[in-house]
């Protein structure tokens, strides 16, 4: 087995505890999310990584950082590209049964767009090349990627290698590692996995 990737879900911000729709919104990180950030770093301490990509929302950009100071040495790379879906009008809305029943229309309407926001398919198409250059790397340096993104991304990476978005999630400060065995790549859950929601459609977007 060898792993080529690591996919870390950012730290716990007050719309994550309030189960609101993040999307477009741009929260810091809460005291628990800067908690979150400091085991994650504690947790990569000692492994050998190539570079660190993060999203360039405070909440991603904050947990990566915390998590470079424990290595000072690493290539650190911010970009829009890792955004979450964006959820346009939902964004900082409660994720009750009224709004998750809208989002799961544009969730089985892939190709329509949310109001104020984009599509999935159109989300995808961002988010996939992003994770297989994040692989291609890992592959020419000999050593794992290691990525801070969000709820929404980590669904992708599920789906991608999985084969269905449930398959492989965690929680705020989770870690998801992405790997080969038998000339096959696969994600699982190796730190705050979350499986109440394995084969449920909650939660499927930031």
């Not at 628990?32 to 050998?48: H, M, Q, S």
Request: charged share 25%; aromatic share 8%.
């Amino acid at each position: 087995m060898t792993t080529l990737a690591y996919f870390v879900r950012h730290g716990t911000t007050t719309l994550n505890a309030k189960n609101c729709f993040r999307g477009t919104m741009n929260p810091d990180l809460n005291e628990e999310g800067r908690a979150d950030a400091k085991r994650l770093a504690e947790y990569f301490g000692a492994k050998d990584l190539s570079a660190l990509f993060y999203s360039n929302k405070n909440r991603s950009e904050e947990t990566a950082g915390i998590i470079a100071q424990r290595k000072p040495r690493i290539r650190c790379f911010g970009t829009e590209s890792l955004w979450p879906l964006n959820v346009g009008d939902f964004s900082g809305q409660p994720k009750d049964d009224k709004n998750q029943a809208k989002m799961d229309w544009y969730v089985d309407n892939p190709s329509v767009s949310i109001p104020g926001g984009e599509s999935l398919n159109d989300f995808k198409s961002r988010i996939r090349p992003c994770i297989m250059e994040a692989l291609e790397i890992a592959n020419k340096s000999g050593a794992p990627v290691l990525c801070v993104v969000h709820s929404s991304v980590i669904h992708e990476v599920s789906t991608m290698f999985e084969g269905h978005h449930s398959k492989a999630l965690v929680k705020p400060g989770g870690v998801v590692e992405v790997y080969t065995e038998n000339g096959q790549i696969h994600a699982r859950p190796i730190l705050k996995p979350d499986t109440t929601k394995i084969g449920s459609r909650q939660d499927t977007v930031s």
